[in-house]
């Protein structure tokens, strides 16, 4: 029996995780629907795969914009068997001072925007009776670092969103993963990251720290360690899989960072067990006790 070629749609493909996932995918023979606000930056890699690509253009704030290129790529090729939700930005800053619309902008694009193309894709792929989604997240969401609350707010929610959809899709032959990279090498700090500078003198430190952080990283003084390609290589591991994970880390980083929260957030639950289990009714009590206990 000859096997499917895939048909990859991927949000972001101008830059970072999703050129780095395009390119690799369509080196390994498959079909990728590139998108990118800016489909001018596609063409070089459409030109490279023409029989394999689909380049178009999408915001994925834009509703109307979803839905074309949903159609659009239906339309070309059939199906849609792995949606990659990449595209995504940073605003970083004190919560007093972060604006109403900056806040807004950042959740339009970091969950609204997946939002949208989930209800517009799944459809599809429940019709198929399969399909595999990517939401990439971050293993920022594990560090609650000052100054990132605004983004990592944003993927905690579309973390939430995910385990649930994996749940509510299992039995249609979809699958769920919940990607969270560390500190890649990628551009993403030069084209989608903005940070509030501050006004108020009590958070100066905190901003100055990140401020020279983002310019040691742009004028590489700091090296990022992870690798984009191998990321790629990871997620695509991860989709030919029989048993994909749920969650997957990616980059040493990240692992650590997981895996340091996860003890802090046991120790935390276990140092308050006690008083955490004694709000439940004084019968639900009694009955958890053994029955000497009792007596």
Known sequence: MVKQTRVWFITGCSSGFGRALAETVLENGEIVVLTARNPQK?????????????????????????RESVKNAI???????????????????????VSDEAIRRQFETNFFGVIDMLRVVIPYMRQQRSGHILNISSAACFM?????????????????????LANEVAHLGIKVTMVEPGAFSTDFFNKSHVLVE?????????????????????????????????????MIKAVDSDVPP??????????????GALQFIKEGLDAWKEVSTSTDFDEVITDKMPVAAVN
């Open 75 to 97: 339309a070309h090729f059939g199906r849609i068997d792995i949606l990659v939700n990449n595209a995504g930005c940073e605003v970083a800053g004190i919560l007093e001072e």
């Open 246 to 259: 749920l969650r997957l880390a990616l980059g040493s980083d990240a692992v650590e960072t997981i895996d």
């Open 198 to 234: 501050t006004k108020i003198p009590e958070y100066q430190p905190i901003i100055k720290d990140m401020s020279q952080w983002i310019k040691d990283v742009k004028e590489q003084k700091t090296k990022l360690i992870g690798d984009p390609k191998k990321a790629a290589l990871a």
């Open 42 to 66: 596609l063409e070089d890699l459409a030109a490279s795969f023409p029989e394999q690509t689909l380049a178009l253009q999408l915001d994925v704030t834009k509703p109307e914009q979803v």
């Open 144 to 164: 609650a670092g000052a100054g990132g609350g605004i983004y990592i707010s944003s993927k905690l929610a579309l973390e939430g969103i995910s385990g649930c």
